[in-house]
Structures are given as C-alpha cells and as structure tokens.
C-alpha cells in the first residue's frame, strides 16, 4: 500500500467539491476514494476547526494555509493509508506554498 501523507493546508491546482464530514483524516480519504475516485487527492480541516472532507481533482500542491490539511494521492496505489507527516525542515507537515482563496 501507498502512504498518503497529510500537510499544512489546502489543494492547489484543479478544483475540488465537498462530500460532506468525515471523522477524521483516514475516514476522509477513504470517502473521496469511494465517491470520487477520479479525485487526486483530499483536503480534510485543520486539526480543531471542523471534520469537513473535499475531494481534490487535478491538484499539484498545497497552498500552506493553516485552516487545511491536505493529501495528494499516489493514483497508481488504490488504497491509500493517511496520516500526519513532517514537512521540511523538521516541521509537521508544513510546506510554504502560494495562498489560495478558501473560506475556513
């Protein structure tokens, strides 16, 4: 199986459509593989601020906003495990990326 690692913020690039609440970062991705499955990847809210689950469609990278967490499939995989992960230097998942308008 493929690791689908989380990061800071929201998908760039593409569009994306919501699919409702997930309990939390795996229950996400696995909706998104289910309902959507042309999707590349999810964006689930940052840790204390919702359970809102989207489904990433043509996205590149995450934007850093601090509201999301973000996850970029590995398609060649179908099931996709997700999980905190560490960015660059050391940080949890964060990677500075161009902000993208997105409503918290």
């Known amino acids: ?8 913020g929201d998908g760039v690039g593409g569009s994306e459509e919501g699919l409702g609440d997930a309990n939390s970062e795996s229950e996400c991705v696995t909706m998104v593989r289910q309902m959507r ?3 590349n990847g999810a964006t689930y809210s940052a840790p204390g601020t919702g359970t809102s689950c ?11 906003s601090a509201s999301w967490q973000t996850c970029l499939f590995d398609n060649a995989q179908p099931d ?5 992960g560490m960015g660059p230097n050391g940080n949890p998942g964060v990677r500075p990326r161009p902000l993208l308008a997105h409503s918290p």
């Open 1 to 8: 199986m493929s690791l689908c690692t989380y990061v800071v």
């Open 54 to 64: 989207y489904a990433e469609f043509g996205m590149t990278e995450s934007n850093g």
């Open 80 to 84: 996709v495990l997700c999980g905190p």
């Open 37 to 39: 499955p042309e999707a």
